[in-house]
């Protein structure tokens, strides 16, 4: 069997028809169920988080968001008859049209964690003649990690067609500044094995995420690039801007106020 990746945009294989067919799938949503439990439960969140579902399809993943915890989610996904069938579904988060490979249009620390199922690997592939997957990658990680709030963590379950696949995720979100590495499940089996990429964006205590009995891939383990000193709030604001400049985006200029804060008004 083709991978979907392959045949078609995610836009054009998921179809009205595609989606209806996906989302009525016992099996399907038995796979979806059980793969969006484990990256639950590999980030260990606190209860009543704000995550964002990316590549959220019909909402499969995001029910278990809702039912986990209490979590609030926000799912994004490129495909509009996938959307459209969250939406017949009356689904409890919020859906947002995108890109992922475009980026992730979310204000700053907006997030405190991010799970993903079945979607990333998508990034690698040219669908266009003016689509470059390392570019994509890039532009998706660099801006996942600003919209995660600093220690927030990620989970994206994915199916690489290679080795150079997966280098090529990785290498992409340790640039960004990402921390973390690949957990493998089902190392030793062809159909059933799973790989999941766990992030952290900033310094995150071992114990904050589930590793008990996880078989993690020791060659794709990211660490920090370097140790960070503790800031003061006018270091880490004048950090950001410089990071944000580095990538081409437009920042207020700094100042004598800059990382004040600011005295309330009676």
Known sequence: MSRPEISAPPEVFY???????YTSSSRIQHIQASMTLRALDVLALPPHQHILDIGCGSGL????????????????DISPSMLAV???????GDLFLADMGNGVPFRAGTFDAVISISAIQWLCNADSSNA???KRLARFFDSLYAALRRGGKVACQFYPRDE???????NAAKTAG???????????SKKNKKYYLILTA?????NDINLAGVKIDKSAVMRPKRVKKEESRKEYILRKKELMRKRGKLVALDSQFT???????F
């Open 178 to 188: 990402f921390s973390g590495g690949l957990v493998v499940d089902d190392e030793e």
């Open 15 to 21: 179809s009205d028809v595609e989606s209806k067919k």
């Open 132 to 134: 470059d997957p390392k």
């Open 86 to 92: 969250a939406l017949d579904r009356d689904v409890e």
């Open 259 to 265: 990382g004040r804060k600011r005295k309330p008004r």
């Open 164 to 170: 150079s696949q997966t280098e090529s995720i990785l």
């Open 61 to 76: 993943s995001g029910e278990i968001i809702s039912q986990e915890g209490g979590h609030v989610w926000v799912g994004m």
């Open 202 to 206: 900033g310094n995150v205590n071992s």
